[in-house]
């Protein structure tokens, strides 16, 4: 290739500002669709901290996808501007609790977000100290810069235990703060979240509660149209955005998965050389769109609780007109593979509790049956994704 050559693409003629299509893209408030009642409920817990006092601690509930990161992100960032206008200084923090597991994480992370080492000379290392020290550090930094912080917990299921929400909760109850207020805000897919609590942090943390529904066809729509300024005048085809909201209304209400099936199809439309997005792309960004997710739910996940799912999987794909399989059935398809992986099985009991870890994170979904005084009580399990979709990204995952 000679210099003259051009290696690369100076004007994309699919999109023209792909950041609106990112997922960690926080749109105004203009842009965020069918949430008028949960953002004026959120405002409604945290609205004392405009006055200095200590706002409600709020637990958010629903599926992926249903806007709750993003009402909390939009309103804590509201909130911090109403009450500077006020001369009261607000701060937000927040932790993706699916990378920040530990207490020590936790902690770390939040006393990075709202220190300003020039303002109150104290350092946060990423490690060498010790979780007490982090504690310590952080009460200093918001008596000293802050009259009320904002904590985000997203993902806060995935917590490894309930210290850091002890911690935060009571803070001032226990005479850590003496300046500073802090509010919570908790984020589960899991509604039965709150039921693993520790009971006196339930009764500090629970204080507000509220439920995000899935959104129906013509707000996922609303939200995409709301996005298409992301892509070049005429290039979207008129039936490109509907096709993708009843899709995504169909199977899962997410707005998020609804969004990824829309950027995926213009880099479809960008890697064919297509002059439009066509409705044609939508069912293979939706493709990739699930293949993506599943992949992001099993990154990082043990040989052997891959090798249950992988046992699952195989018999789904063997028998699909089978709805579910008993917990022993998968068992001898478990031990047959880990055979041919030249590995040692777990026990009957372990692989059980890698059953219900699959089914925490929504990647199988278990029912209960009643055999009979014959045969008792066993369980059944369903993969809730496509099985060559599941298939497809184990082979990916262990090359």
């Known amino acids: 290739m000679s210099e003259a050559d051009e290696l690369f693409t100076r004007e994309d003629p699919i999109f023209a500002n792909k950041e609106l299509l990112e997922i960690n893209h926080l749109p105004d408030g203009g842009r965020i669709v069918g949430r008028d009642e949960e953002i004026g409920h959120l405002a409604n817990a945290v609205n004392p901290a405009i006055f200095g006092q200590s706002p409600s601690n709020v637990l958010i509930y629903g599926k992926t996808g249903t806007g709750k990161s993003l009402c909390a992100k939009y309103v804590s960032r509201r909130l911090i501007e109403t009450a500077d206008e006020e001369g009261v200084t607000v701060a937000m923090a927040y932790v993706d609790c699916a990378q920040d597991t530990t207490e020590t994480q936790t902690v770390q992370t939040i006393a990075t977000a709202v220190n300003d080492p020039a303002v109150t000379d104290i350092k946060i290392p990423d490690k060498g100290i010790s979780t007490a020290t982090y504690y310590k550090r952080l009460w200093k930094i918001l008596d000293q810069q802050y009259d009320v912080v904002l904590v985000i917990l997203d993902e806060i299921d995935k917590l490894d235990s309930d210290g850091i929400l002890m911690q935060l909760s009571r803070a001032g109850e226990a005479g850590k703060l003496h300046h500073c207020k802090v509010g919570v805000i908790g984020i589960s897919n899991k509604i039965k979240y709150k039921d693993r609590m520790d009971e006196r942090v339930r009764s500090s943390l629970c204080e507000r509660e509220y439920v995000f529904p899935p959104y129906d066809a013509n707000q996922l729509r609303e939200i995409m149209d709301a996005r298409s300024d992301s892509f070049r005048d005429n290039v979207l085809e008129e039936s490109v955005i509907p096709r993708a909201a009843a899709l995504a209304a169909r199977e899962h209400g997410d707005a998020r998965k609804a969004i990824d099936i829309l950027r995926y199809a213009g880099e479809i439309a960008q890697s064919t050389g297509a002059k439009t997005v066509k409705e044609a792309f939508i069912v293979q960004a939706r493709e990739r769109a699930e293949t993506d997710r599943f992949r992001e739910l099993i990154r990082g996940s043990t040989p052997h609780s891959r090798f ?92």
Request: glycine share 6%.
């Open 308 to 399: 249950v799912l992988q046992a699952l999987t195989v018999l789904s794909l063997n028998n699909p007109n089978q709805d579910g399989f008993r917990t022993t059935r998968i068992y001898d398809v478990y031990k047959e593979i880990c055979r041919q992986e030249g590995s040692d099985f777990l026990s009957l009991r372990r692989v059980r509790d890698l059953l219900k870890e699959h089914a925490f994170l929504d990647i199988i979904e278990q029912a209960h049956r009643s055999g009979g005084s014959a045969e008792g009580s066993y369980t059944e399990h369903q993969l809730l994704e496509e099985p060559a979709v599941v298939k497809k990204v184990l082979v990916e995952t262990t090359e």
